[in-house]
């Protein structure tokens, strides 16, 4: 689960983390009195994709009608294929410095990382291609967590400002509590700001948390939703189905996630592109199959559907009914190839005859008659094809 960018300032804020005033708003009336309490603000859209700044997603506000106009331009804003909903208010600061601090897990290390860079304010994935050494590691040990001397000696080597190396080293050891104590997978604060007054402040905050642990923190869990920005990813979310939205317009279903990304391998391999995976996974009844199906044409770019079914648990003939329950209740305008075998393969096969999902031999028959049928290709039915 990923947070926007409010709700790990706030917990930031728990831990005692220096970070700016500032207040989420979802109207430019609130935006407005907001700014009015605070002077000078910066408006900033909350979404879940970097470069809010160069996009138009982040304004200068100095008076609560400015910060109105402002928060009236971003909300409802497409910002790189989402819709701002809220805003973030938060009082201006002056900065001299920017640094960036991030901890991840190393899985190859079987340990967290603290990564530290002088190279503060822009996407760290651009420092690691071009400037490498500019980033400086230090691996935690389990068992003490992070120490006082593992971050003052990481700091020196960054580089930071040695006149603000207390209060920076408050500010990373809250970020290290705060991932620990939330089960986070990743927590960045980018930048890590040194203002004109010498304060260090936490001027963005980044945390991906662990999913498998939101039961043990439900006061998050219960904003999932928010925390996704598609409309489909959170449709599924709502429905508890396992989708991520990728970059093409082949949709896939499939139960298990080594079968589906089978799948997105084969797709990629027959020369097309997935538009997402989706795992209904193991025991999946028909109703679960029509809200996969559901799920994958709420997404406009989808021009062809591939569905992988290996029946262990999964019975072949509660997908089959779910397919035929989901032609019956809803328009189906791209075409659809299935390879399904396993349990009840046999009686899944005798529930599709006749009807628009003849099951193909195999998973890149499948694949091939969707992409000729996208491609507005004549080719034999999916059932023939060798």
Partial sequence: MKLQEYMGKELLREAGVAVPPGEVCATPD???????????????????????????????????????????????MDLKGYTVEKVLVEQQ?????????????D?????????????GGVDIEEVAATNPEAIVKTWIDPGFGLLPFQVTDA????????????EL?????????????????????????????????????????DDNALFRHPEI???????????????????????????GDIGVIGNGAGLVMMTLDVIRQVGGRAANFLDIGGGARA??????????????????????????????????????????TMQIPVPVAIRLAGTRE?????????????PAPDLVSATRSVLDETEGRAVAPAGGRG
């Fill in 93 to 105: 600061q002056h900065i001299s410095r920017e640094y960036y601090a991030g901890i991840t897990l």
């Fill in 155 to 166: 700091m020196l080597r960054a580089g930071f400002e040695a006149a603000a190396l207390r």
């Fill in 221 to 247: 869990a219960a904003l999932e939703s928010e925390s996704i920005n598609d409309p489909v990813e959170r449709f599924a979310s709502e429905k508890g189905v396992a989708y991520v939205k990728l970059d």
């Fill in 107 to 119: 899985r190859a290390a079987h340990r967290f990382v603290l990564m530290l860079s002088s190279m």
């Fill in 287 to 328: 109703d679960k199959v029509r809200t996969a199906m559901e799920i994958v044409l709420r997404d406009p770019r989808v021009r062809g559907i591939v569905i992988n079914i290996f029946g262990g648990i999964t019975r072949g003939d509660e997908v089959a009914k779910g397919l035929l329950e989901a032609a019956g």
């Fill in 30 to 76: 609130e935006a407005e009195d907001v700014a009015r309490r605070l002077g000078p603000v910066a408006v900033k859209a909350q979404v879940l994709v970097g470069g809010r700044g160069k996009a138009g997603g982040i304004k200068l506000a100095n008076t609560p009608q400015e910060a109105r106009e402002a928060a009236a331009q971003i909300l409802g």
């Fill in 169 to 209: 080293q408050n500010i990373l050891a809250g970020l290290y509590d705060v991932m620990i104590a939330r089960d986070a997978m990743l927590a960045e604060i980018n930048p890590l700001a040194i203002t004109e007054e010498g304060k260090a402040i936490a001027a963005d905050a980044k945390f991906d948390l």
């Fill in 346 to 358: 046999k009686e899944a096969r005798e529930v599709l005859q006749g009807s628009q999902f003849t």
